[in-house]
């Protein structure tokens, strides 16, 4: 609108200027507002001034009688008429000049208006005195404009909201009951100083103000108290209209205030000067899940100066008011009640000043696809607001990465949480490994326990991982030049850190897992690696380096010698001065050695690192000199494992031909060269092309893997691409079995079908994970592993959300054990139910551990549960401290996608795990097995999943001792009698489907399972002693995309060279390794 255009007439214009712009109608009104408290002033002056009546002390006259003269007629100057004149003439020409502008053609509702009628009433009386001056002495209750500069004041506040200037509700309705409180005692004030003119007590303004102040606060001295009847009736009106109005007033600031509450405050600069914030949006406030992201986004010492604003439509419940007002987060954190779709509320949260906006979505949801179209629009809108802000977005569906690639950072739910199950069944427990690397701890979790295995867990999930750049660092800045395994084996040797990864500093250069022997370290080259500590916080190096060395030499000690070395490791300490004797010490005993045994110093000096001499005899284990030793001849004959036709005839090495979604990653993987129809994928129908109807007519060389699903979803591709990445060796692809929850028995969408034809060895057949049936014909007595997934829930309550994959796993667990099973779970305190058995008193003691531990403010106290423990379970809202950590280590989520298969780097290594048997115990320590893959096959060990029996050298004596009563007897004999029940049970149902009942074996291994448990060490010391049965996590070396099955073999590394001496493990020069060799067998 273009104001003052010419067809308008007067009146419009002055509508516009006076009532619809904004900013002029704040003028005049402010102007007015001043006119009427000028006007109460001018009043108060000619009060003080007037002497006709009596002293301002009270004073009893002799006689009664009522002066209404006085009333009537008062005394004022010359002056103070004028400039009371004038200003009523300016008041009452406004006044009447905007009801004109007002005036719609009814004289009868402008005569009934109290602001028109209170205006003529204070100010034409004194504009009648200019032509009267005999009326000059006339009494005018001028003060009564104080109620018109109250509705004045509540105009320009309006006015004010209009003008954009911030003023919030709260804030209007206070200076709305404080103004109107102000005219009620300044009206009582001067109406009983006029009234008491009459009386036989006479009131001055002060007098007048304490009596009213006395008289609304109820206190009621009696020292003044009105004695004129007009006055003690203008008290009772001033006392009624006081109670009809003001509990108005307080009542609407108190809707106000709790609206406010429930609403939260402003982010404003009163929070801090230079203050710097972050934005947290998310729809729903769950106080668990607000915990976690406080406890780990604080756990960083560079985040204790940042707020936290959270942004979030839903109220506070009472568990979110009590987290707020714990004195950790109080004074951190704050709460504001809005949708980041409104620029409101995002300018309330001061969002275009804001250090990084998360966008979080709630755990507990029914529909996840909503809830991402929700994510998108919430990141459109922070985009759209503040396009300079980072952006940190949790999603739940690959394919909604799509619109928001303008994000910092993304975690995507079903990625991760796919590609963790399909990992778990190549590298056991290797979720359990990738949730402890990925928070943020101490290694304190264990610390107190009895427990032997507990502490060095425990201890070991206080490993991170760190970036640091080469020119910076002293742990790799001697490398500077040399190969990169050969600075990762003597980066853990001498300091305990393990390389894992680097990066070029080149522009669109990538992340490295293990580049391998080729990899030449540069200066300005970004390493990675795995530590207790980053090197920026080791203030004094060498005195960190040694603290961190005597907790890991005392871990390692209870990890080989059981509780014994709780004992051993607390009471033996070697000085510094004695230790550097007994080594002088085992070098005279060695030279002795050499000479008895008639050997050269070849022998021992191959088993010192950097001797590359060429000599007759070798180290065992080989020496780590940045290059690759001598390794078996490449060419390969026919194969031996297939038989007629080897399957890697059908078999590419090529990109998915059809992805499940847009924007997945381009991954090599094992594709067949010819797609299979949709019949021959259904395991349990036969077709023209195949005849087979049960997994056993199959015949495959290894155990299958099924996957019960109660959906399809775009996340299931990310579960393919780690079980046929192309360095997995083809002979060991294990055949993948969908067991799909489908309506009706419907079969899966075409799309869909499309996807899993081209992968090898991959069926699916529709049924429950809840049928036995189902699980029969699905080849469950064939497989090795089982993964569940559910990805709908119904349940009301929110922990509840878990309850049907728990019972089912339940179920899978007590008639299949030897199963491995896997899941997830939404909330991690359900994990303590997983795999529950009511009479197992060890797994029941974890219980008092976990409260402990949380006593002790760990974000880890879950981490001592069994099932987590051994790698069977994990929870998806572990995911979301990923995103936390992103904040401060940007790179951590490219890192886990590369080392998860979700993403492929270019001449990078790969995650791969090698099991540790009798005929490797030659190699005897992580260090010689560090070494031996370094110098052979340029792998890099990172972590150890180590299975024990539950004996006296692997848990404490009092948690050994179990109850021998003879109600503990029956109790063992109940429970071996159900096992054999079920047992008949599943023979039966196989019996009844046409299957052999002999390839159910699983009953018998129950008890050998109940016997055992499993945990992961991160980066184990270099003295940890090995065992049979380890697991060993190995970052293998890249591999070229046409390198034959036969090369990718991870235990290649493990070959034992020939012509070693039998002597060669007697050369060593520390005592601790002399006494393990002379109890070792070595054989040529």
């Not at 778990?424 to 427990?451: A, F, Q, V």
């Not at 022998?603 to 070798?618: C, F, H, Q, V, W």
Request: net charge neutral; with cysteine.
């Amino acid at each position: 609108m273009q104001y003052g255009s010419g067809d308008q007439n007067f009146k419009s214009r002055l509508q516009q200027y006076f009532i619809e712009n904004h900013k002029s109608s704040l003028r005049i009104r402010m102007f007015n507002f001043v006119i009427k408290v000028l006007s109460c002033v001018l009043y108060c002056v000619r009060v003080v001034h007037d002497t006709t009546g009596e002293d301002a002390e009270y004073v009893r006259l002799a006689n009664t009688t009522i002066k209404y003269d006085a009333l009537a007629w008062v005394e004022t100057n010359d002056l103070i008429w004028t400039i009371q004149t004038v200003v009523a003439a300016i008041s009452i020409a406004e006044t009447v000049l905007v009801f004109y502008i007002g005036y719609k053609g009814s004289i009868l509702r402008l005569l009934m208006n109290m602001h028109f009628l209170l205006e003529i009433f204070t100010s034409a009386p004194l504009i009648v005195t200019i032509f009267v001056p005999e009326w000059r002495g006339l009494y005018v209750p001028i003060f009564l404009n104080c109620w018109l500069a109250n509705g004045i004041l509540e105009n320009m506040l309006h006015d004010l909201h209009r003008s954009q200037v911030s003023h919030s509700a709260l804030f209007r309705q206070m200076i709305a009951l404080l103004s109107t409180l102000f005219c009620f005692i300044f009206t009582g004030t001067c109406g009983m100083e006029h009234l008491q003119r009459a009386g036989s007590r006479h009131f001055d303004l002060f007098n007048s103000f304490y009596f009213i102040m006395v008289t609304f606060s109820t206190v009621g001295y009696g020292d003044f108290y009105p004695d004129f009847w007009l006055s003690q009736l203008f008290v009772v009106i001033l006392i009624v209209m006081v109670l009809a109005v003001l509990p108005s007033k307080i009542e609407a600031l108190g809707q106000t205030w709790l609206e406010r509450e429930k609403s939260g405050m402003n982010y404003t600069k009163g929070f801090g000067k230079g203050e710097t914030h972050v934005v947290v949006t998310i729809t729903h406030l769950e106080a668990d899940f607000i915990e976690d992201f406080l406890t780990e986004f604080y756990a960083h010492p560079k985040h204790a100066g940042i707020l936290i604003v959270l942004l979030s439509p839903s109220e506070l419940d009472n568990r979110m008011k009590l987290l707020l007002k714990i004195p950790l987060w109080a004074h951190r954190v704050l709460y504001i009640r809005g949708s980041a779709l409104k620029d409101e509320d995002l300018e309330r949260a001061l969002m275009a000043k804001a250090k990084a906006c998360f966008i979080l979505s709630a755990r507990h949801v029914r529909k996840k696809n909503e809830s991402d179209e929700q994510t998108i629009l919430r990141s459109w809108a922070v985009k759209d607001f503040a396009p300079h802000v980072p952006q940190f977005v949790q999603v739940f569906r690959p394919e909604t990465k799509l619109h928001i690639e303008h994000a910092e950072i993304i975690i995507c739910e079903d990625e991760f949480k796919y590609s963790l199950l399909a990992n778990n069944c190549i590298c056991p427990g290797i979720s359990t490994y990738i949730t402890l690397l990925m928070h943020t701890s101490r290694g304190e979790e264990g610390k107190k326990s009895t427990e032997p295995w507990h502490k060095v867990y425990g201890f070991h999930s206080g490993n991170e991982i760190y970036d640091i750049l080469v020119s910076d660092s002293k742990f790799f800045g001697e490398y500077v030049g040399k190969s990169f395994t050969y600075a990762s084996f003597h980066a853990h040797k001498a300091f305990g850190v393990c390389l894992v990864g680097a990066k070029r500093n080149e522009p669109g250069s990538r992340i490295l897992l293990n580049p391998g022997h080729s990899f030449l370290i540069q200066r300005f080259d970004r390493l990675y690696y795995i530590a207790l500590t980053n090197e920026e916080s080791l203030t004094d190096f060498t005195k960190g380096i040694h603290a961190q060395k005597k907790q890991v030499n005392f871990a390692s000690s209870i990890a080989n010698l059981g509780p014994a070395g709780l004992d051993l490791s607390s009471t033996v300490e070697v000085p510094e001065e004695k230790e550097a004797g007994l080594k002088l010490k085992w070098k005279k005993r060695r030279k002795l050695l050499m000479k008895s045994k008639n050997l050269t110093t070849t022998d021992a000096d191959s088993l010192m690192p950097g001797n590359n001499t060429e000599i007759g005899r070798r180290s065992s284990v080989g020496v780590v000199t940045g290059q690759l030793a001598s390794s078996e001849s490449e060419e390969e004959e026919g194969c031996d494992i297939c038989g007629e036709r080897c399957i890697e005839e059908s078999i590419i090495k090529t990109t998915p031909p059809v992805s499940a979604y847009i924007g997945t990653s381009v991954n090599l993987c094992h594709m067949l060269k010819e797609k299979r129809s949709f019949c021959c994928l259904q395991i349990s129908e036969p077709c023209e092309h195949c005849k087979f109807v049960s997994p056993r007519e199959y015949g495959w060389q290894n155990p299958a893997i099924i996957v019960a699903v109660d959906q399809t979803s775009s996340g299931l591709y990310n579960l393919l691409l780690p079980l046929r990445a192309f360095f997995r060796p083809v002979h060991e692809l294990q055949p993948i079995i969908l067991l799909l929850e489908t309506e009706d028995n419907q079969k899966p969408s075409s799309a869909f079908l499309d996807v899993i034809a081209w992968f090898p060895l991959i069926y699916w057949m529709p049924g429950k994970i809840s049928s036995l049936d189902n699980l029969l014909s699905a080849g469950i007595c064939l497989a090795e592993h089982i993964i569940v997934v559910k990805e709908v829930s119904s349940a009301v309550e929110e922990h509840l959300a878990d309850c049907t994959t728990i019972i089912t796993a339940q179920k899978i667990h007590r008639m299949f054990p030897k199963l491995k099973l896997i899941t997830e779970l939404t909330y991690s305190s359900n994990m303590r139910f997983m795999q529950f058995d009511p009479y197992d008193s060890y797994a029941l003691q974890q219980s008092k551990f976990e409260k402990r531990e949380k006593k002790h403010g760990s974000n880890l106290a879950f981490m001592f549960r069994l099932p987590f423990a051994q790698g069977g379970v994990f929870s998806a809202n572990m995911l979301d401290r990923l995103l936390y950590q992103a904040f401060v280590k940007t790179y951590l989520v490219d890192f886990l996608k590369i080392l998860l298969g979700i993403d492929q780097s270019p001449s990078s290594g790969y995650l791969a795990s090698i099991k540790i048997t009798e005929d490797d115990m030659w190699i005897r320590t992580y260090g010689r097995l560090y070494q031996k893959l370094c110098s052979s096959v340029a792998d890099i060990p990172i972590g150890v999943y180590r299975t024990k029996q539950m004996d006296s050298k692997t848990i404490s004596i009092e948690m050994e001792k179990l109850p021998h009563s003879s109600e503990a007897e029956k109790r063992t004999e109940t429970l071996r009698h159900r096992r054999e029940v079920m047992k008949e049970l599943v023979k039966s149902r196989m019996q009844n489907l046409g299957m052999a009942a002999d390839d159910y074996k699983n009953a018998e291994h129950a008890d050998e399972k109940r016997k055992t448990l499993s945990y992961v060490i991160i980066n184990p010391p270099f003295d940890l002693e090995l065992e049979p049965g380890d697991v060993v996590y190995v970052l293998r070396a890249p591999i070229r995309e046409n390198t034959r099955s036969k090369r990718i073999n991870p235990r290649a590394g493990l070959f034992r060279a020939p012509n070693i001496s039998s002597h060669t493990s007697l050369l060593n020069t520390y005592p601790e390794e002399a006494s393990s060799a002379s109890m070792l067998n070595v054989t040529k």
